[in-house]
């Protein structure tokens, strides 16, 4: 066995080789290998930790850094029993994550996704910017003139590309029953920066935003729905350049009036978001949130001249009837009525939804509901401690997983994992005997009768068939926090198991019970 002395001088030796390289062939090796790995890299020699901490790297590995899907739901109260914010992070094959998005607190809300950061609010605390990946956080100050009427504010994020700015964006709105879901004033602040910035809104545009309709933000431009009652469909595009803070309107797309279902009610729904880089429109017919008829979605080409051009038609919506959908990867990702979430290959411009083919992804039960949100997501190394001495930054004074309203939902999770401890130690308990029956039994039946042994040999045999081989180890040792889909996945596993113990003890009973009846009749023998 070699000593330690040697090991460290070959690990220097492997390390001195290593950085004999040119630092761009490192950094091109880097580029293809995913956060989480380069993470743990920054710890090999300071070498690597300078490459890899440095921001201009972390803005470069951004364009290999592969995209997932950000699946958020909302807190809230759902048949009685309230749920905390969670979040579903699925990779580029559509494989869901099974644990918690540590960087979300219970009472978060999302409103933002850029390069590998998160924007997060609630409506009492500070907003948080989370890095996805390192678990790097940075709390700021909400605007002060805003946190008296917040709840009737949101707040978005968004990236410039020409000045490489972040930038948090929170359209301030009065509480007065004249002015409920309008605006005046967009606060603006740019990671970095000692204060918010005010932008007063022209007075012609008399400003607001559809309720869970999206927000798009593409090359530095903010693109929402807003109510316009001099429109066919009453909506219209406005967009916001964050770094002009020019507003501009931008008519919708002519809808396809051939795709109008008679009979069902005469309410259609739009939708903003990004697709491939690019700001889209969709659209299709509802009643109470179930959509009918085609899905129609457009890009906007020209923002100048406003071009839309037709990408997707998409037929046979009827079973697939919540609104919340998303477009990613060559994917449409759409909520079925039974609260199921499914994918479905997109096929050129104009196709029909054929069921057999649909994908399930996962049972959003029992959050299936309104409010969920979709997020495209990277996860990228880009830094935030660069931004940490400014003054509108906060050090918050509590964690949110220990607020007092929580604490049932933590302990009901924590009563999960004490049942499955018991449950392993039951198991394990299980295993044991069944060692020591073998020994057992065949050390008291040696003077038996061959016919009276053969019998109790067979009713051993019985239950060691219902008791059979546990793992040494814990099955489950529920080590982190899952979120709420591989929670309730566990608790199903918890009671199969559960059940298929019982059974065990009940049958293995009944065949202890036979097995001295054999004993009693060989004692009768004698």
């Known amino acids: 066995m070699a000593s330690k002395t040697t090991t460290r001088k070959q690990a220097g030796m492997e390390e001195s080789i290593i950085n004999c390289l040119p630092t761009e062939l490192i950094e091109h090796i880097f580029f293809s290998l995913p956060a989480s790995c380069l993470l743990q890299c920054t710890s090999v020699c300071k070498k690597w930790h300078k490459i890899i901490r440095d921001s201009q790297f972390a803005l470069a590995h951004l364009q290999h850094a592969p995209s997932c899907t950000l699946l958020f ?28 998005v540590p960087v979300i607190g219970p009472d978060d809300r999302i409103c933002g996704s850029c390069n ?30 805003s946190l008296k009427d917040d709840h009737f504010s949101f707040y978005r994020f968004g990236f410039h590309p020409a000045t490489k700015e972040y930038m948090v964006i929170h359209f301030f709105q009065k509480s007065s029953p004249l002015t409920v879901g309008r605006f005046n004033v967009i606060q603006v ?79 259609r729904h739009y939708w903003i978001m990004e697709i491939d880089g690019k700001v889209c429109v969709s659209t299709a017919q509802s009643l109470e949130g179930m959509l009918f008829g ?80 979709f997020y495209a997501c990277v996860k990228s190394l880009v830094p935030l401690d660069v931004y940490a001495k400014a003054a509108i930054v906060h050090r918050p004074k509590h964690l949110e997983w220990k607020l007092k309203k929580w604490e049932a939902w933590e302990q009901d999770r924590l009563m999960q994992k004490d049942v499955w401890r018991t449950m392993h130690q039951i198991e394990h308990e299980l295993m044991v005997l069944k060692q020591r029956m073998i020994l057992e039994v065949k050390e008291k039946t040696q003077h038996f009768p061959d016919g009276i042994q053969q019998r109790i040999n067979m009713e051993v045999d019985l239950i060691l068939q219902h008791m059979q081989d546990y793992p040494e180890q814990h099955p489950n040792p529920m080590l982190r926090r899952l979120n709420w889909v591989e929670t309730m996945q566990e608790r199903k596993k918890l009671a199969a198991r559960l059940e298929k113990l019982k059974v065990s003890y009940e049958a293995m009973g009944a065949s202890v019970v036979r097995a001295l009846s054999c004993v009693r009749a060989s004692d009768n023998l004698d």
Request: one cysteine or more; aromatic letters at 8%.
């Open 294 to 373: 085609k899905l129609q979605i457009w890009t906007l080409d020209g923002h100048t001249d406003q071009r839309w051009n037709q990408k997707y038609i998409i037929h046979h919506l009827s079973p697939f009837a919540r609104g919340l959908h998303f477009v990613h990867g060559g994917k449409i990702v759409i909520q079925h009525r039974d609260s199921n979430l499914y994918s479905y290959e997109l096929l050129g411009k104009n196709f029909e939804i054929e069921l057999s083919k649909m994908a399930k992804l996962l049972d959003l039960s029992p959050r299936g509901e309104d409010g969920m949100q």
């Open 116 to 145: 590998g950061l998160l924007c997060l609010h609630t409506p009492t605390s500070m907003i948080k910017i989370a890095n996805l990946a390192t678990g790097e956080c940075l709390h700021l100050k909400k605007p002060t003139r």
């Open 73 to 100: 739901s909302p807190q809230g109260s759902i048949s009685g029993k309230l749920y905390p914010s969670d979040a579903i992070i699925f990779d580029e094959a559509w494989l869901p994550s099974k644990s918690a």
């Open 189 to 267: 602040y740019t990671l970095g920066d000692e204060k918010w910035k005010d932008v007063v809104t022209p007075e012609s545009l008399s400003l607001n935003c559809v309720k869970n309709s999206g927000v798009a933000i593409v090359d530095g431009t903010m693109y929402w729905l807003a109510e316009d009652m001099g429109s066919d469909w009453q909506h219209v595009v406005m967009s916001f350049d964050l770094g002009k803070e020019s507003f501009a309107r931008i008519q919708l797309p002519a809808v396809d009036l051939e795709d109008w279902t008679v009979g069902i009610g005469d309410d």
